[in-house]
């Protein structure tokens, strides 16, 4: 079974490395980008259990290690 994960900043926290990518993309002349946020994207591999399961177990590893929800939300998509 696979699972992705997204994890991107809260709104209305500062993103340097989104404004740094949205000044690069100006400076090379690519105008017409607005905002830029940067997050990250996990593939996951499950062994075969239940989506209910999957769902869980991702949500504790979002929790505990791959995210830091005091600036950072996650979204979790089983199957596909």
Do not use: W
């Not at 997204?6 to 017409?32: C, F, M, N, W």
């Not at 591999?45 to 769902?55: V, W």
């Amino acid at each position: 079974m696979k699972a992705k994960i997204y994890v991107t900043l809260k709104r209305g926290v500062l993103d340097p490395q989104g404004k740094a990518i949205r000044a690069s993309l100006s400076h090379l002349g690519i105008d017409g980008v607005e905002d830029v946020r940067v997050g990250k994207f996990m593939e996951i591999t499950l062994k075969e259990i239940g989506a209910e399961e999957a769902r869980r177990l991702l949500d504790e590893a979002c929790r505990r290690l791959l995210a830091n929800t005091v600036i950072e939300e996650y979204r979790i998509e089983i199957g596909g």
